[in-house]
Nanobody
Framework: VQLQASGGGLVQTGGSLRLSCVAF????????VAWFRQRPGTEREFVAA????????KYSDSVKGRFTISRDDAEKTRSLQMNSLKPEDTAVYYC?????????????????????WGQGTLVTVSS
């Protein structure tokens, strides 16, 4: 499976962006998809995750209530809607996907849980 992330850009504080993650190859419905981000000078951190077919949405505390992960009408596209953006949301955002695993609810926030990674898309929020 190859993942392609897109939708990043420059936005002002309080603005919105929608990131998309397209999967090329077979994704199992019980697999999972997630977004991580890496801010300058920091480690990659978990943002949001969901079961590929829908449900099981999880968010980091820093984005809960502002970001929404969802499946698109396009079959192999999953998105991250980001609202009320803050300067501290500035980062390279990566989508990741995992094959079906029984430990999703325990390990969805772990980098090592995911088998496939996209190339990243830069989000810059100006103050």
């Amino acid at each position: 499976v190859q993942l392609q992330a897109s939708g990043g850009g420059l936005v002002q504080t309080g603005g919105s962006l929608r990131l998309s993650c397209v999967a090329f190859g077979r994704m199992f419905s019980s697999g999972s998809v997630a977004w991580f981000r890496q801010r300058p000078g920091t480690e990659r951190e978990f943002v949001a995750a969901m079961i590929w077919s829908g449900g099981g949405e999880k968010y980091s505390d820093s984005v809960k209530g502002r970001f929404t992960i969802s499946r698109d009408d396009a079959e192999k596209t999953r998105s991250l809607q980001m609202n009320s953006l803050k300067p501290e949301d500035t980062a390279v955002y990566y989508c990741a996907a995992a094959r079906p695993k029984t430990n999703y609810y325990r390990d969805y926030a772990r980098l090592g849980f995911y088998d496939y990674w996209g190339q990243g898309t830069l989000v810059t929020v100006s103050s």
